[in-house]
């Protein structure tokens, strides 16, 4: 069977992206009623016209939400492990060039960082770290991930892309998800952004997800940084992956992301191609429409009430509290070597209230694996 | 504009698969696959009865216009299957098998463990493989896996002509498939041909429907006219349902927060 | 059963074997038109290509077979 790369070469982009600028009232009409929904369904929903109808969009993605997921959100926290990179990306302050204090976690520190999060509540993590080969070897994230997980019901891993033998490993070892966003799915923006390093390879790391789930991850998390490149096209190519992973690992359950650019130290954060707010509400209700069981996950990238708004239109995994440096969770007061700025900037505690207070219910742990090992 | 079927390596315009038996006579078949359109017809092999000799069914299948779809009827395990797959291949007829192991004789139901088996088996000996399943996702998805090149899930028990009565499953089948999905079995009308092609079905399979009809040539026109109208209302994307009789449920506004942010 | 001499099992039935009686003679003497004909010999499928090289041998199962109308 062929991989993702051949459907992503082969997906109709010039009539997609006609219907998601150009689709006729009728065309939005008949997206917003289908079920289930087809990828030009889909494209019309990206079109000036439906953002016309988002408060049409936001009610029908709303029911599908509690429909599939009933009112819950499940939080999350990263845990940055490590910020060293020899990777060379414009937009991420971590990249390799960039003066900021480096560190890498002992697996000590790295169970301090997790107590940390586990007495305020967190029980799924989600490990961090810049891509280095050295401070970051898979041998080196095997031994964390093996600490953690004595203690943690829930790992998954956002780290450097790797072999499927090697997420074998990581699985044994405790890691039930990954995530890994192609950041663009834009070949030409791709090369722009990453200069240098393992990273440049677009192929290697568009199949990441394959070899994670060839190596026994359970979530697979995928998702596209906004502002790099034209965000109607990024959503139908986010979207045609998702689809692709749901249908082919149909035992994973599949996450997509949104992340926007983020102000970060030394890194070029300004977004040639901005997606508004509203624009960024509409990706999560026309993403529930076209997969209904697809979660949506939310970072502290975003401010608050933008947040809070977006958790009855679709979303269903959220961070709170992130710090996005090694460390970060133990000593709050270092003042360099974050990737980026968070926006929201609220305990964890303070989040689940809210969440409580807008009718749903912060879960802190969803599942957990009925048997180990 | 050319919508074509492609299954394996191989296309075809006609998205209409027919079945060659229980038709009152050899030439009745022959008109009937002509009517119909089809370009994939199924046959069965069968022991020779060396005391009464009967006439070929190959004199009246044009195998240049016709792909021959053997199919393992009559197996009742993974073992029946592959043996009869292999003779089908030897004998030069297609390397290309309708996966069928119905150990059940009263309904014809397909036994899941011993087609999945059997499929696996074939794969890996180069065949072409079509399992022909009842209704169930995760055994679709099961046969994708080991390569089969569809999966044909059972509208109803063969020969029922009751329809699409596996709808819902049907439904997730072909929201999950990575190959073209078949709806074989129990389709008794050109009408439940029509809303398997809706729903987005890349093809179904008639025989009963068409052979036993009254005039089994004039059913296979029809069957071709309710499969084309289903594929080109699949691809017209149909007009929404309104409910009826449901008061609408008044929800507060969700995207007020958007006002005032960016 | 017991396996007696110069008899082959022809689709479940004894028969008695003509000497040296090639595959394809066989299909002459029944009268049938080897291009319709599926045949299995002890449990291996026989392409029409070897049909008139495989000499029948005493206590072969021979299964003939062919295509016929189905579903």
Not at chain 1, 179 to 200: F, M
Request: glycine residues 8%.
């Amino acid at each position: 069977m062929t991989g993702f790369g051949e459907e992503l070469a082969a997906l109709p982009m010039e009539e997609l992206l006609r219907v998601a600028t150009e689709a006729a009232p009728d065309t939005v009409e008949r997206a917003l009623a289908r079920e289930p929904l087809d990828l030009f369904d889909f494209a019309a929903l990206l079109s000036p016209e439906a953002g016309r109808r988002l408060e049409d969009l936001a009610q029908r993605a709303h029911a599908l939400t509690v429909q599939r997921f009933g009112k819950t959100v499940q939080l999350y926290a990263p845990l940055y492990v490590s910020n060293e990179c020899v990777e060379t990306c414009t937009y991420c302050a971590f990249s390799r060039t960039n003066p900021i204090a480096r560190k890498t976690l002992t697996p000590e520190q790295a169970v301090a960082e997790a107590r940390l999060l586990r007495a305020r509540g967190f029980r799924h993590l989600l490990i961090v770290s810049g891509e280095h080969p050295r401070h970051v070897s898979p041998e080196y994230l095997g031994t964390i991930l093996r600490a953690l997980a004595a203690e943690t019901p829930s790992l998954s891993v956002e780290v450097q892309p790797q072999t499927e033998e090697i997420y074998r490993e990581w699985t044994a070892a405790g890691a039930e998800g990954l995530v890994v966003y192609q950041e663009t799915y834009d070949r030409d923006t791709y090369a722009r952004v990453h200069l240098a390093g393992k990273k440049k390879d677009f192929d290697w790391r568009l199949a990441t997800p394959d070899r994670g789930a060839a190596g026994g991850m359970k979530r697979l998390g995928i998702g596209a940084l906004f502002g790099l490149s034209d965000w109607r096209q990024e959503a139908l190519r986010l979207a045609a992956h998702a689809r692709y992973l749901v249908r082919r690992y149909w035992r994973c359950f599949v996450t997509v992301s949104f992340p926007r650019l983020r102000p970060a130290e030394y890194a070029d954060t300004l977004a040639r191609h901005p997606l508004a707010d509203a624009d960024l509400a509409r990706l999560v209700c026309a993403f529930r429409l076209l997969l209904p069981d697809v979660g949506v996950v939310l970072s502290t990238r975003e401010p608050a009430q933008l947040r809070d708004g977006l958790v009855r239109l679709g979303v269903t995994q959220m961070s709170a509290g992130s710090r996005t440096e090694p460390g970060g969770y133990s000593a709050p007061e270092v003042p360099t070597g974050r990737q980026f700025e968070v926006s929201d900037e609220r305990t964890a505690g303070e989040v689940a209230r809210t969440i409580r207070e807008l009718g749903f219910d912060p879960v802190w742990k969803d599942w957990e694996a009925a048997l180990r090992g | 504009m050319t919508d074509l079927l492609r299954i394996a390596d191989r296309e075809f315009r006609s998205r209409l698969l027919l079945g060659t038996g229980k038709f009152p006579s050899l030439p009745v078949m022959r008109d009937a696959l002509d009517a119909s359109g089809t370009e994939i017809v199924t046959v069965t092999l069968r022991r020779i009865d060396l005391d009464s000799p009967e006439p070929n069914l190959l004199e009246f299948v044009d195998r240049d216009r016709y792909l021959l779809l053997p199919n393992t009827s009559g197996a009742e395990d993974a073992d029946d299957a592959v043996r009869l797959a292999r003779l089908a291949r030897a004998a030069g007829l297609s390397d290309w098998v309708k996966l069928e192991v119905t150990p059940d004789p009263r309904w014809l139901l397909p036994d899941p463990v011993e087609t999945l088996a059997a499929a696996e088996r074939l794969v890996k000996e180069g065949f072409t493989v079509l399992p022909y399943i009842g209704a169930d996702p995760v055994l679709a998805k099961r046969l994708q896996e080991v390569g089969c090149a569809t999966v044909m899930p059972l509208g109803a028990p063969i020969g029922s002509n009751r329809g699409l009565k596996t709808r819902d499953s049907i439904a997730i089948i072909l929201e999950q498939a990575e190959v073209p999905v078949v709806v074989d079995a129990g389709l008794g009308a050109p009408s439940h041909a029509a809303e398997a092609m809706e729903m987005g079905a890349d093809c179904v399979l008639v025989n009963t429907a068409i052979s036993v009809a009254r005039d089994p040539v004039e059913m296979a026109r029809a069957f071709r006219l309710g499969v084309e109208a289903g594929r080109a209302a699949w691809r017209a994307g149909r007009a929404p349902e309104r409910a009826v009789g449901e008061g609408a449920e008044a929800s507060s506004p969700l995207t007020g927060f958007l006002r005032g942010t960016a | 059963m017991a396996e007696r001499s110069g008899e082959i099992l022809l689709n479940g039935r004894p028969r008695i074997l003509t000497p040296g009686q090639s595959l394809a003679q066989l299909l002459v003497e029944l009268e049938l038109d080897p291009r319709w004909v599926v045949a299995e010999l002890n449990g291996e499928p026989l392409g029409r290509d070897r049909f008139g090289s495989v000499t029948l041998q005493p206590g072969d199962r021979l299964e003939l077979v062919r295509p016929v109308a189905g579903g």
